[in-house]
């Protein structure tokens, strides 16, 4: 945690409080404050700020907001993603947020599971997004949204986050073409699920003005992918 995220309720006084009992604990494991002490503290989806420590107790910890800070900016990213394990969902939200995704969504393919639709580990996205937002010291949440229907998301849906300057990569290790590198324009990113996208999947992709992109020899997990082809794009 290299920030605390405070909800903007919490921030209406004069003294901020710290109440989460996750929050908590981790300062007292790991940060051992002390009154007078300071500490970087985030409102979510607003202002990034240095506080002072004023009173530390078991139940909460009462802040004084010293200075604003700058937010990390976004990498200009739509990540498209073909909803993963449960498991490994937490793992890749968690890591794209941390990164700095500007917006995601996640899409069903043939080879993702439909029980993975009814995961209970797809009501804690938020808790997700808190956790990557505090280990890259962020504020501001990106979009997700979920569409459980393929064939109707990429025909109907995608193209409308496509143009000449947001064009749409589909990482397929057979691709014919490599993965950019170092781009200096936004875009869509569109990963698949372990095994990847049949033949059919990344030919609607190409239909719907999408380009199918290599990484090289090796076949990659998904959380591996997504975490490598983000910084080959934006390194």
Partial sequence: ??????????????????????????????????????LKVGIRNGQRYLTEVVTISEQHILLRPIQVEAVPAKLPVHLILALPRPKVLRRIIMDAVTLGVQRISLIHSYRVDKSYWQSPFLQHLDDYVTLGLEQAGDTIEPEIQLYKRFKPFVEDVLPTFISDQKPAYVAHPYAEQQMPHAIQHSCCLIVGPEGGFIPF???????????????????????????????????
Avoid: Y
Wanted: aromatic share 6%; charged share 25%.
């Fill in 1 to 38: 945690m290299n920030i605390v995220l405070l909800e903007a309720e919490q921030t209406q006084s004069e003294f901020w409080k710290i109440e989460s009992p996750r929050q908590l604990q981790h300062l007292s494991q790991h940060v051992q404050l002390n009154a007078g002490d300071t």
């Fill in 201 to 235: 999947e990344v030919d609607l992709f190409k239909k719907n003005g999408c380009q199918a992109r290599r990484l090289g020899n090796r076949i990659l997990r998904t959380e591996t992918a997504v975490s490598h082809i983000l910084g080959r794009l934006f390194i």
